[in-house]
């Protein structure tokens, strides 16, 4: 027996006999539902208010990003990973740069890499900072999107600065970056790292010591150590189980390993120690923001390879071999030696992974993203087993993933 | 009291109007968008509900949960083959009089996802007011829209939709 209740939610009643006295009910949880973090649809089965079941359907994202790339140029995939997770696009660029330039065997020089650790650790509080704003938001705490946002807003105003464009900034290219800094781009950097900590203590202000949201966090969505490894959860959903690994520090990419940071861990195993680990998440990429900026090398930004980068702007007016590079670059690209390649880097979210395939064409064979959002969906039937359905919102924020990740 | 004098109190407490301009001012003034986050662009939307700047300068703030209270739509992102039935849905579920502004470059075209996943704009099964265009647009670009969807809300007043 199924019925429409409203807002796209139907009931269904299994015939399974509760603990309570009465049937399990089937609800339909989203994929249009303003706490779903996107477009995520859960099966629940409860019973009473608890829940007893819990099935994900994904899907609704799904954009087909992984096929576009095998039709894109090796420059121009840059461009749709980007938009795969899209709240870590430097890092998402990072992944597929980092793969390219092993497969072409390539090192970027070291002010390129500083540069691309800046702007990791820059997106990297960019998502939290949304996911501390819009799990207040879901929690109650509506205050914390208006302050959360309002830093985010000066991130993507550098990310402006030194791009040109706030979200998707394709900064992060195989061979080095997009573009040099802007004295300005610095200015704004470095005011941001000054102000950054006091306004994460801002945060701590309205959340950590507060009864409410203490009371929907503490004991909320436990998901033990040896079950977050099992069930493969990563990043923060790894960490705030007590479980310190982290790329950056296990298998550091990028320079990582000269700068001095902390794995942010938490034993409470609960959406309250996962809230921590996110907190000092972004205190630890503030301290690498202010070690990178510190000792930011001079020197080029990309490698100097004119078959894989375009040659400077004033070149092409007096060297006719630059402009046959740069038109043989736009045209049909350069090529990438055969065999394939995984490279992971450390998103918000946890491990990105990219596996390239090339077959020595101008094209990506194959380009295969390693999801974390999609991991992290693992455990969350773990976590929401036997809570009560209010709970879900807090569980699913916790998970913090993002459906055009999870679907691609 | 003389019809002079009456006309002259009258005059400085009564405002005459016509009932649609009225109903537009009303209208246009208060168009309540659905919550309704698909992809990339829904940041954006969001970064345009927060302090920074602040659609509830134009009456738009309060985005709401169940279709049946929302006036208009933002598609906010790419919009899939699997997800297209339920947008439709959702639109069907709001009451009339009811607009859609199309923002991004996936909503409004499909973007650069010319492939099998995506619907190649919304266009195709909604009628679309707005078209943002951007990828993701601004914020600004998105109150812009909203403006140009309240001037048109204004001067359509009561008239029906051809």
Redesign the interface.
């Known amino acids: 027996m199924t019925a429409e209740i409203g807002q796209g939610i139907t009931v269904a009643k299994t015939g399974e006999q509760g603990a309570f006295g009465g049937e399990l009910l089937t609800i339909n949880f989203g994929p249009h539902h303003p706490s779903t973090h996107g477009v995520l649809r859960l099966i629940v089965d409860l019973d009473g208010e608890q829940v007893r079941r819990l099935t994900p359907v994904i899907g609704y994202l799904h954009t087909g990003i992984e096929k576009q790339a095998e039709a894109l140029r090796w420059q121009q995939a840059v461009v749709v990973t980007d938009r795969h997770d899209y709240l870590s696009p430097p890092i998402n660029n990072l992944a597929y740069a980092l793969a390219v330039e092993k497969l072409l065997g390539v090192e970027v020089p070291p002010r390129a890499n500083a540069l691309r650790v800046i702007m990791s650790e820059l997106t990297r509080l960019a998502s939290h900072l949304v996911w501390l704003g819009t799990s207040g938001i879901e929690l109650g705490a509506s205050t914390m999107l208006m302050y959360c946002f309002r830093e985010r807003d000066t991130i993507l105003d550098m990310n402006e600065e030194i791009s040109g464009f706030r979200m998707h900034t394709s900064y992060i290219r195989p061979g080095g970056v997009m573009a040099d800094t802007t004295p300005r781009f610095l200015e704004m950097l470095d005011k941001f790292v000054r102000t950054m900590p006091s306004n994460i203590d801002e945060y701590e202000a309205l959340l950590t010591m507060n009864p409410i949201f203490r009371s929907r966090t503490i004991g909320i969505g436990m998901l033990p150590a040896e079950d977050a490894k099992v069930l493969g959860a990563t990043g923060p959903m790894l960490r705030g189980s007590g479980v310190a690994w982290d790329l950056r520090k296990s298998m550091p990419y990028s320079g990582y390993e000269n700068y001095d940071f902390e794995i942010a861990t938490s034993d409470m195993c609960d959406c309250y120690g996962r809230y921590l680990v996110r907190i000092k998440e972004m205190r630890e990429a503030v301290k690498i923001l202010r070690q990178a900026l510190d000792r930011l090398p001079d020197g080029p930004i990309n490698i100097d390879d004119r078959k894989v980068l375009p040659p400077p702007r004033e070149e092409l007016e007096t060297s006719m071999e630059a402009v046959i590079h740069h038109f043989k670059l736009f045209t049909e690209g350069y090529t990438v030696p055969p065999g394939d390649v995984y490279v992971a880097v450390e998103s918000g979210r946890g491990e990105n992974g990219c596996y390239v395939v090339s077959d020595g064409t101008h094209k990506p064979r194959r380009v295969k993203f390693r999801a974390a959002s999609f991991v992290n969906l693992q455990p969350l039937e773990r976590m929401a087993m036997n809570h009560m359905v209010a709970d879900m919102v807090a569980i699913i924020g916790t998970a913090d993933t993002v459906l055009g990740d999870v679907d691609r | 009291m003389g019809i002079e004098a009456l006309a002259e109190s009258l005059g400085q407490n009564v405002l005459t109007t016509t009932l649609g301009k009225l109903i537009g001012w009303g209208r246009g003034n208060s168009v309540w968008p659905l919550?309704?986050?698909?992809?990339?662009c829904?940041?954006?939307m969001?970064?345009t509900?927060?302090?920074?700047v602040d659609i509830a300068r134009f009456g738009s703030e309060a985005?709401r949960?169940?279709p049946?209270q929302a006036d208009m739509m933002i598609v906010s992102?790419?919009v899939?083959?699997?997800?297209a039935p339920?947008l439709r849905?959702?639109y069907d579920q709001m009451p009339e009089p009811k607009w859609v502004i199309s923002m991004g470059a996936c909503a409004s075209t499909g973007g650069?996802?010319n492939?099998?996943?995506?619907l190649q704009g919304v266009d195709k099964i909604v009628p679309v007011d707005v078209y943002i265009p951007g990828?993701?647009p601004?914020p600004e670009d998105l109150l812009n829209a909203l403006m140009i969807l309240q001037e048109r809300i204004k001067a359509r007043g009561i008239t029906p939709l051809p």
Do not use: D, W
């Open positions: 919550q309704f986050g698909l992809a990339c829904a940041i954006e969001i970064h509900a927060t302090a920074g985005m949960a169940s049946r992102g790419r899939s083959q699997k997800m339920i849905t959702i650069v996802f492939n099998y996943a995506l990828c993701p601004r």
